[in-house]
């Protein structure tokens, strides 16, 4: 009897741990290089791999990279169907070499506009976006790498420039601060943090409504990560607004971490947008890879 109990309780426990694993399923790579591949192909391949997603690269041809936004942007059709043709022996090598290394389901473009309009549209169609920082100039990170983060919503990996490494994800940094944007990004990095074997919530402070706004109670992130198998550590810091990327950053590195996660902030303006002192500072200093959402 006791046996039974023990085997019912076990099986009990493989359903909520499959029920509750998470994955992403869609996986888009920014695609600076073909010979050799790019750092962010290689990083979206291995993670398709891992769970056995569909990967999209898309190749960005070199004179697009530093082009901003324009309004005449191309059907996401266009987007799609010209890429097999106009880079054929690239699309048979990338398809070949991603199911080498395990990636079975595999889609290879090529767009034909700037980096803000194709991650709009794409990343519509995909759980992340894998994005090389130094895809673009110095002077493009912030109006052309941070203006598509900030207008396509969909989580980025960011890594660093002249990146040639694995990305691992035993340890995890987290910033969070209560806003919508850090709930997002904590939230759309449930998969990866589900791998860590440690994970620190950074300042997890929750902003407490005004006198006169109807307010609601939200999960505490801790208790939050715990529901989903993740014992989080909290971290609580107090500085300035204008130094919170400094400081996540600082403890980043304090730990050796090998990932930050963080929302990405941003201030509309009447024809630009903005980034926050955080993303902007972390997008120009950071040398681990960074996953951001806004």
């Given amino acids: 009897m006791l046996a039974n109990q023990s085997d019912e309780t076990s099986r009990a426990r493989s359903t909520v741990a499959r029920r509750t694993a998470l994955q992403f399923n869609d996986i888009l790579a920014m695609v600076t290089s073909t010979g050799p591949w790019s750092a962010a192909l290689l990083t979206a391949i291995d993670l398709a791999a891992r769970w056995?997603?569909?990967?999209?690269?898309?190749?960005?041809?070199?004179?697009?990279?530093?082009?901003?936004?324009?309004?005449?942007?191309?059907?996401?059709?266009?987007?799609?169907?010209?890429?097999?043709?106009?880079?054929?022996?690239?699309?048979?090598?990338?398809?070949?070499?991603?199911?080498?290394?395990?990636?079975?389901?595999?889609?290879?473009?090529?767009?034909?506009?700037?980096?803000?309009?194709?991650?709009?549209?794409?990343?519509?169609?995909?759980?992340?976006?894998?994005?090389?920082?130094?895809?673009?100039?110095?002077?493009?990170?912030?109006?052309?790498?941070?203006?598509?983060?900030?207008?396509?919503?969909?989580?980025?990996?960011?890594?660093?420039?002249?990146?040639?490494?694995?990305?691992?994800?035993?340890?995890?940094?987290v910033g969070w601060n209560g806003s919508v944007e850090g709930t997002r990004a904590l939230h759309s990095a449930l998969p990866l943090l589900q791998l860590a074997k440690q994970v620190i919530v950074v300042n997890g402070e929750v902003r407490m409504p005004y006198h006169d706004q109807v307010g609601v109670t939200e999960p505490d992130p801790i208790a939050y990560l715990r529901h989903h198998g993740i014992a989080a550590k909290p971290h609580c810091i107090s500085v300035p607004a204008i130094e919170a990327g400094k400081s996540l950053l600082q403890k980043a590195h304090e730990v050796r971490a090998d990932l930050l996660v963080m929302g990405a902030y941003g201030h509309s303006r009447i024809r630009e947008r903005v980034l926050g002192g955080a993303t902007r500072h972390v997008m120009a200093n950071a040398d681990i890879p960074v996953f951001m959402q806004h």
Wanted: glycine content about 6%; hydrophobic content about 40%; overall charge negative.
């Fill in 52 to 173: 056995n997603a569909h990967v999209t690269g898309c190749y960005v041809p070199s004179s697009l990279r530093d082009q901003r936004a324009c309004e005449s942007d191309p059907t996401v059709m266009s987007l799609l169907t010209d890429g097999e043709y106009t880079y054929s022996d690239e699309s048979a090598a990338f398809h070949a070499f991603a199911k080498e290394l395990g990636a079975q389901h595999t889609s290879w473009v090529v767009t034909h506009t700037s980096i803000a309009p194709t991650l709009r549209k794409l990343g519509a169609w995909h759980d992340l976006a894998v994005i090389e920082r130094d895809m673009v100039g110095e002077t493009g990170v912030f109006d052309i790498l941070g203006e598509g983060m900030l207008s396509s919503h969909v989580p980025c990996l960011v890594l660093p420039p002249r990146w040639d490494d694995v990305v691992s994800f035993d340890r995890i940094v």
